[in-house]
């Protein structure tokens, strides 16, 4: 009896707490450009000036191939930041931006680092080369949100956020076209020195 409570008790509280954190994200592809020995791919929360605060999730670069999945967990609260208009630096994102529905939102960026000794994480004496991704003309941009929100702007911009994570795949042209996804595959990671 004890042994079925406490299962079904551990059973309650590990489903809201995944309900409480949110949809993950898959992401896959290559890495091009300045690659390291040892090379990983890390997916960094970035403050509202880009700057990365901490490191979510990252994995090796094996053959020139990278595969991660963002944990379903909450960024760090000092990374979340309402959503408003001001507040968000997408690209292809032209005034006047609306945004419809309230939710905090962090982006995460991808950065390419030699581990040099190998412990499976950055550390603070290896240095990273943000990695701008794409999905064939796309750029990908990966959001947290914490609920459903919709952004519109300019040029028939338009993106619609899910609790979770989000890839955006965002293609800019005469009119910018937004998909939503939470499996991306194809992407090329492209390492700058």
Do not use: C, H
């Not at 309900?19 to 890390?42: C, D, E, F, I, Y």
């Not at 990695?131 to 519109?152: C, D, E, I, R």
């Amino acid at each position: 009896m004890t042994k079925t409570l406490l299962a079904l008790l551990l059973a309650a509280t590990t489903s809201f707490s995944f309900a409480q954190a949110g949809a993950g994200l898959a992401v896959s592809g290559t890495v091009s450009g300045s690659v390291p020995a040892q090379a990983r791919v890390g997916g960094f929360v970035v403050d509202s000036s880009g700057n990365p605060v901490a490191e979510l999730v990252s994995v090796a670069v094996t053959g020139g191939r990278f595969g991660l999945e963002l944990p379903t967990v909450t960024p760090p609260g000092g990374a979340l930041s309402t959503l408003r208009p001001d507040s968000i630096f997408w690209p292809g994102l032209l005034e006047p931006v609306t945004v419809n529905g309230q939710a905090s939102t962090a982006d995460v960026r991808f950065f390419v680092y030699g581990d040099r000794n190998g412990n499976g994480r950055r550390d603070d004496t290896e240095a990273m080369q943000e990695s701008v991704a794409f999905v064939g003309k796309s750029l990908l941009v990966v959001s947290y949100s914490t609920g459903s929100a919709q952004v519109n702007a300019a040029r028939g911009f338009q993106a619609n956020l899910k609790a979770g994570w989000n890839g955006l795949l965002i293609e800019v042209g005469k009119a910018v076209r937004v998909t939503s996804s939470s499996v991306v595959g194809g992407v090329n990671l492209n390492a700058q020195r």
